[in-house]
């Protein structure tokens, strides 16, 4: 079965630190990777989306692809509290019609 | 409009009714994909269409929910005889091409089953 893992958190870190979301899944001819922000009671909205190995950055937020290690993460930097919400990892699996495979979900909570 | 839209926001049945859930893509979107989130979980895939057609329902828990898409742009959900636990968010996401290209969800629909 194709799962996609998550810690469910929360994670807490201070404003203006790093915030790191880790996440791995299991079909190894996975080509697509998502992040997606939820606030809770409203959608998931779409932060980065990753297609190769290595690092794409767009303003604060950095994805990082790992397919060897079947393993993305994503990086927050100078987090600020409004960051504060459930960060969902989605995977797009070969072979699939498009449809996305979700992990639980990282809580994440950013101090003032 | 701008977005996905859904209607509607909210939807409180007594088990056993039908209740019918409506989704607008982005215009020209060609894909449509339909998932359940329960509480504290991710969503969870239904259906997906390509333009009219549906390609993958392999998501639908049971024979009593069913989806269509007649002219290739809205979309209704439809579950009959409710239960309990088809308690949920329902939401509906499209994007522009079949396979990678990013889904972009609309507000939802809150379903509760009395």
């Known amino acids: 079965q194709k799962e996609v893992e998550q810690n469910s958190g929360p994670l807490s870190v201070p404003e203006g630190a790093i915030a790191s979301l880790n996440c791995t899944y299991s079909?190894?001819?996975?080509?697509?990777f998502f992040w997606y922000r939820q606030y809770s009671g409203k959608s998931p909205e779409l932060i980065m989306f990753i297609y190769s190995n290595g690092d794409k950055e767009d303003g604060r937020f950095t994805a990082q692809l790992n397919k060897a290690s079947q393993y993305v993460s994503l990086l927050i930097r100078d987090s600020q509290p409004s960051d504060s919400a459930t960060y969902l990892c989605a995977v797009n699996a070969k072979g699939s019609q498009g449809n996305l495979i979700f992990g639980k979900g990282t809580k994440l909570s950013v101090k003032p | 409009g701008a977005g996905v839209s859904q209607s509607p926001r909210y939807k409180v049945a007594k088990r056993g009714q039908d209740v019918a859930l409506r989704c607008d893509p982005i215009?020209?979107?060609?894909?449509l994909f339909w998932y359940q989130q329960a509480l504290g979980q991710g969503p969870e895939f239904l259906t997906y269409?390509?333009?009219?057609?549906?390609?993958?329902k392999s998501g639908l828990p049971s024979d009593r929910f069913f989806a269509e898409r007649p002219e290739g742009s809205v979309s209704t959900l439809k579950i009959q005889r409710t239960q309990q636990e088809d308690s949920a968010v329902y939401l509906c996401?499209?994007?522009?091409?079949?396979?990678?290209?990013?889904?972009?969800f609309g507000d939802g629909t809150r379903l509760s089953i009395l």
């Open positions: 269409f390509q333009n009219e057609a549906q390609l993958d």
């Open positions: 079909d190894r001819g996975s080509q697509s």
């Open positions: 996401a499209s994007s522009s091409r079949q396979v990678q290209q990013p889904q972009h």
């Open positions: 215009s020209g979107h060609v894909s």
